[in-house]
C-alpha cells in the first residue's frame, strides 16, 4: 500500500526556515517523481517542486526558487524540501505526492497518482 506521511510544518517568523519531509512506504522514493505542493485558503493548489527519478531533475516554481531545495534520501525513502528566507506568503497546507509514471509526470510533477494528508506552513510577518 502506497503512503506519503508528511511532517515538520510549523509556525516560523518570517525569514526563517523549515525543512519538511515526505515519508514513503510502499514504494521507493527513487523509482518515481515525488512533488511538493501546496494550498492557501481560498487559493488554488500549486505546484511547488518537484524530483524525477527519471534523469534526478528538480523543478522548482517562480515564487520558491531560490530559496527551497528539494532532496531524496534511499536509505530513508524520504523525500525532503528544505524552505529558507520564508514569507508570509509561503503560508499554506504543503503536500507531498507521487508520480507512478515518470515520463507522463515530466518535469513538473503532473499527473501524481498518491497524496499525504498534508502538513501546515505558517509565516508570521
Known amino acids: 500500500e502506497v503512503q506519503l506521511v508528511e511532517s515538520g510544518g510549523g509556525l516560523v517568523e518570517a525569514g526563517g526556515s523549515l525543512r519538511l519531509s515526505c515519508a514513503a512506504s510502499g514504494f521507493t522514493v527513487d523509482d518515481y517523481a515525488i512533488g511538493w505542493f501546496r494550498q492557501a485558503p481560498g487559493k488554488e493548489r500549486e505546484g511547488v517542486s518537484c524530483?524525477?527519478?527519471?534523469?534526478?531533475?528538480?523543478y522548482y516554481g517562480d515564487s520558491v526558487k531560490g530559496r527551497f531545495t528539494i532532496s531524496s534520501d534511499a536509505a530513508s525513502n524520504t523525500v525532503y524540501l528544505q524552505m529558507n528566507n520564508l514569507v508570509p506568503e509561503d503560508t499554506a497546507v504543503y503536500y507531498c505526492a507521487v508520480a507512478v509514471d515518470v515520463v507522463r509526470a515530466g518535469p513538473y510533477c503532473n499527473d501524481v497518482d498518491y497524496w499525504g494528508q498534508g502538513t501546515q506552513v505558517t509565516v508570521s510577518s
Open positions: 524530483i524525477s527519478s527519471s534523469d534526478g531533475s528538480t
